[in-house]
């Protein structure tokens, strides 16, 4: 409706619309969550609930968007894939990125206080967000590769720092030095040997983060049938009967199931084909 | 630290630094807000409370980042802007455009219940961002004079529109012909002689929408200031004397000023020249 | 070595690496060759030589630019494949299209009164160039489609519409009218009964235009090989005997092939699968 | 015309329109020069004729392009700039970039043989190209310092060193050591004491570059002019009278001046205003 003579700015903004044919993915990450989380006082080095406070809020982002297929998190950030078509949004990568960053920081915020009743929210969290198109679904896989090793290598060194400082005392510096140069099976043996972990039997969530996919699930549900007299089932007509029958019908509903599984291996992909799509 | 054989995949993201030496606008739209609106049963056409909740949010994001220098809001959306020589983020699109977007969006959840005591937020609001740059000051003023030329025009036309309606009696179909093909002249006529009212009497916020700039003010508080007897003004050490005095210290402090006036006239930027840096 | 303090203006160049994991197509095409091909007058519609310069530049290209392994020539333009994994100019986009359409307008230029004697090139041609990255296989091939689509449209179009000015005498405001709405099949026939042309004879490269492809060719040759006495070959050492002889080597050169076949039809890419590598 | 059911790949191509007020420069530079002057043997350092070459080149640009009004070269270079508002290509990145670098090869391949009679051109040359936006005047101005600067570096550097080389003998891996470290001034004293070289009386071409303006110069020229002799001027309508007058008339037209000063010093942009629009 707005017309002005200074409408001409508009002009100055770029179209921004991903290659077509391509996987984007967006990421959003948590804007110095090593001080928010300090702030909040978050367990270390794994908060569950607020790492359930993230699936929560991705979980409403993908029940929210149609085209995202799968979705992957680790501390403080979430991955969403579209399917190769979309057009959400027309591609546009900033609409994309900054559309997601904010609901999924809507979700997060507006639920805090149920995932934390006793820990009020001091300072809002924020989330920054990228969208990158990737070309084939090996790039696609390696992408979530990528970030699920970033999770399995962070996850095993602080799983070790935080042995190494919290139940052996050490200094955070002194841990740091003893970590370094260690590879993971150092690591590994460590954790058991000092401290009786056996590093598989930590939760599947802290080792391997949350995947998100989607299923279609049936569900029944009691639903008004309304009787039609001229049918050949009902030949004659009544002008005394019900108009309507109760039947159980059954439909289905796109539900969102969390996941900890690897999605390195070939498996998950081969049982979860719809999530590349 | 994280480093694995799937890395290769970040390359696949793009450079977005914005041009150099220009001033960047960030401006962020909330999502939908036809049917948010709707649903959270906002006044029509201007909802006191929500627009004030939006310069809450506004104010909290220029708090928040130092190198923005003004912002300007109007119904769902507030636009930032950036001293010409920000590297926030290294001046990179889509942080800026996803970082500004998520913490406004934290902030308005935060804060909706304060602002909105007896309504719930029954499904959490989402804004798009975007930044863009401009290249000289004559481009950042009229950019701001588009979005208050926006202010007005809507805002003439949402008054009058609803005025007929509510107050008139008229559907909305026959309300949306009676205002085709009008000017501004004959909706102020329409609205003083069917309903009395002046539309030159509505609220400035309304009229003109929302303007903030920062301010350096001074501000005095009480001090412990440590004594230090071996001062040449205390020659005498004294064992049983105060070890501090309290003193009033004066130090200036950045205020965001909310301010409800002209941004196309030449007097906001003469009287605010920080605004624009 | 070059460094002042005015060196910070590099720094407005943008980054402009094309997405890795994509094939990308550099198309060139005449500036303006309206005008140019009046002015050099070039036969109509198809110009033999013509289209020979433009495929002795676009094989030039080729042989220098070991990544290109396809390139299609119709009319004024000439569209260059690269091999996914290039590296070449590290994809920069504006680079590969201004050193390709620089290449391709050096040779033409340069051959120019080579292949038109008796023509002095009055005003030198210029091409613009542009850089796009496409995906996938049928992408790829469907870009390649395209542009024969359109060699094929344009073709059928400009034979009939120069048969009836040149041979029928129509002008050519007429001659337009008389083909506006027509179908493939109609200028067939027109083209057929009118003047007896059948355009199935037409010559293929007017019709299907230019493909160039790489093809490894054993070739012959001389070489002096050096005798090295001392081999179990030579038992005896002889210092009067000859220090080389001559034999026949085989190696493999890469040769560029000029074809005028469909690149529609399956045919072509089963024949030359290394033209999309 | 032409359409098809592969025509959807043309949605692949970027849109890359420069930011409006923006004063856009493009740069050309001779790809792989090293090798392109030594087989064709150019002078060292400076080849008058291929840089007077180059000027030609780049004066047939500026004459073809209304809105560039400046450029300049120096070694293997050239930069145009364009006026702010130019709307030429829709201010297209790619477009721009490589319709110049076209252009200019076009010219320079086919002025060639004029300027080099003797000198066959075995190996066409190509050049790179690239489009830059700069939002100030000030960055326009440092942008040509840049470049000037460049030239004044390299070309003291490269006088030192072929002096050493081809005047006194040195093998180049020597005279490269000889200068390591060395500063202007050192070299200017080198060249005075070993070789009686003044760097001042150099040619001015080689240590400043080349500059081209447009300029507005008036012309004068015969032309014939009809009578009208219905005129209040002439009275009397005569037959057998000539129907014309030969006239000298006097009209402006745009020339290109070559410079060969100080662009970065005030005195230039003074004197040529018309240089930065
Ligand atoms: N205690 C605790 N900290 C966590 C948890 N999840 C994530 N964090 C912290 C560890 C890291 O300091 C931080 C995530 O690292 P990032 O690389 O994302 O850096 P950060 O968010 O500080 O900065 P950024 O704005 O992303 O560049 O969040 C958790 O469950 N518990
Ligand atoms: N009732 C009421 N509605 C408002 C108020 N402020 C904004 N709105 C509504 C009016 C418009 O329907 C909507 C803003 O228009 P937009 O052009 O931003 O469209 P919308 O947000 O629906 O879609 P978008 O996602 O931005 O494309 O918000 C208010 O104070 N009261
Ligand atoms: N007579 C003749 N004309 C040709 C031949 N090949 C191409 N042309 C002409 C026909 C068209 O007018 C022109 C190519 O059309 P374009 O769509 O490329 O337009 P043009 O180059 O004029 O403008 P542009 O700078 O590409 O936008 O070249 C030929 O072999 N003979
Ligand atoms: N002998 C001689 N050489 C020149 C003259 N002008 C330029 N050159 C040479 C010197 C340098 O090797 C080369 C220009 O250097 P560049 O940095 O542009 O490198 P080059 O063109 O080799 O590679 P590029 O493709 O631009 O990255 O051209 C000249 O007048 N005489
Ligand atoms: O969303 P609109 O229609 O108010 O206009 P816009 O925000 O400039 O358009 P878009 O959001 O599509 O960039
Ligand atoms: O933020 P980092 O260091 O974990 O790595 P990144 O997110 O890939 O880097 P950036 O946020 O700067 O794009
Ligand atoms: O080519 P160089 O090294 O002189 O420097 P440049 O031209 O700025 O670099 P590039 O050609 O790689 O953009
Ligand atoms: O130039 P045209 O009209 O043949 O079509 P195009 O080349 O796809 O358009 P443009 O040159 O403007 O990108
Ligand atoms: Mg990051
Ligand atoms: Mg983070
Ligand atoms: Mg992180
Ligand atoms: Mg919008
Ligand atoms: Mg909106
Ligand atoms: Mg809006
Ligand atoms: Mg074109
Ligand atoms: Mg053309
Ligand atoms: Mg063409
Ligand atoms: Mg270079
Ligand atoms: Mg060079
Ligand atoms: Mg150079």
């Known amino acids: ?73 680790q501390s403080d950030e979430y991955s969403f894939l579209f399917k190769r078509n979309t057009d959400y949004y027309s591609r546009r990568e900033v609409k994309l ?35 990158v198109p990737y070309p084939s679904i090996e790039n696609v896989r390696d992408y979530f590769a990528w970030r699920q090793a970033d999770c399995h290598i962070n996850n095993l060194y602080n799983t ?31 954790l058991f040997s000092e401290f009786g ?19 279609l699930k049936p569900f029944t549900k009691e639903s008004r049938v309304p009787i039609k007299y001229a049918d050949p089932k009902y030949p004659v007509v009544r002008d005394d009967g019900p108009d309507h029958v109760i039947q159980e019908i059954t439909r289905q509903e796109t539900v969102v199931t969390e996941l900890h599984c690897s999605i390195i291996d070939e498996a998950f992909w081969n049982e979860y084909p719809q999530a590349v799509q």
Request: aromatic share 12%; net charge positive.
């Open 1 to 73: 409706m707005a017309h002005s003579k200074y409408e001409y700015v508009k002009a100055f903004e770029r179209e921004d619309k991903l290659l077509p044919n391509t996987w984007i993915v967006v990421r959003v990450d948590g804007k110095g969550f090593h001080k928010f989380t300090k702030e909040h006082q978050f367990t270390k080095p794994n908060d569950i609930t607020a790492l359930q406070l993230m699936n929560h809020a991705a979980a409403a982002v993908m029940k929210e968007i149609d085209d995202l297929t799968l979705a992957y998190g």
């Open 97 to 131: 990125a900054s559309v997601i960053g904010s609901l999924f920081t809507a979700h997060y915020v507006l639920a805090w206080s149920r995932f934390f009743p006793d820990k009020p929210l001091t300072k809002p969290p924020a989330f920054d967000a990228r969208a």
């Open 160 to 190: 070790s720092f935080w042995a190494l400082v919290l139940k052996g005392g050490l200094t955070e510096n002194v841990a740091m030095k003893r970590l370094s140069k260690t590879v993971a099976k150092d690591k590994n043996e460590l």
């Open 197 to 215: 972990i056996n590093y598989n039997d930590e939760p599947e969530m802290f080792k391997k983060g949350s995947t998100l996919v989607k299923e």
